[in-house]
């Protein structure tokens, strides 16, 4: 009797450790209860974007794992012609309901790009941790923010873009990564927002 006791508490032990066990690895959203990526399909993220394939690829490299992902895009602000001045577009990229990613494109004339780079990327990240690549007359990123100023009118102290991609909540990439990803993001809304806003002037912007 005195063993078939001691097996049952063994047993009772057991199954009270497998539970305990299993219970953590939900809090904790483990395998086997982590909840499988969402698919970012090319088709569905924002066109203000631009080129659907490579800034799908870029989310799937920044993003973290969510079991869906939604975009909502707009352009509150068309410039219709050379004589506007205004433009305004922009895309907000959840997971699960929560913002992970904002972009926006806005119409901007600064005296010396580094009067954008306080007002503008300072609002998101100290200019001290962004690191400078190579697009527009002046771009900088970081692994949580990267941002583009771009020529959008050809006559003299034109208007410019400005072009700001934003990380919200980080993936599981390495800081080189995620920068390397913004950059991607970055360079193809501020390709987008150039041909939208009809602009004439060079991009001086690449894919």
């Known amino acids: ?14 199954a009270l450790l497998l539970c305990l066990a299993a219970g953590a690895l939900y809090a904790l959203g483990l395998p086997p209860f982590k909840d499988k990526k969402g698919e ?8 203000t974007l631009g080129s659907p394939s ?5 989310l799937q490299r920044v993003l973290p794992d ?5 975009f909502q895009d707009a352009v509150t602000d068309p410039r219709r012609d050379d004589r506007d001045s205004s433009y305004s577009a922009s895309c907000f990229v959840n997971g699960d309901g929560k913002p992970l990613v904002v972009v926006t494109a806005e119409m901007a004339q600064y005296d010396k790009p580094d009067a954008w780079v306080k007002d ?6 100290p200019a001290s941790s962004v690191r400078p690549f190579s ?10 923010v990267a941002a583009v100023y771009l020529p959008c009118a050809a006559r003299a102290s034109g208007p410019h873009l400005s072009v700001v991609a934003q990380l919200k909540q980080p993936g599981g990439a390495d800081d080189d990564q995620l920068r390397k990803g913004l950059i991607s993001l970055v360079r193809n809304a501020a390709l987008y927002a150039h041909q939208n806003a009809k602009c004439d002037a060079p991009s001086e912007v690449t894919p």
């Not at 009797?1 to 032990?13: Q, Y």
């Not at 970012?40 to 066109?47: D, S, T, Y």
């Not at 969510?66 to 939604?70: G, L, V």
């Open 66 to 70: 969510r079991s869906s992902y939604a």
């Open 40 to 47: 970012i399909k090319a088709a569905e993220v924002c066109r």
């Open 54 to 58: 490579s800034s799908a690829a870029a």
């Open 120 to 125: 503008v990327v300072e609002n998101h990240r």
């Open 1 to 14: 009797m005195a063993s078939t006791r001691t097996k049952s508490l063994l047993a009772g032990g057991a």
């Open 135 to 144: 697009a527009g007359d002046r771009a900088i990123a970081s692994d949580r």
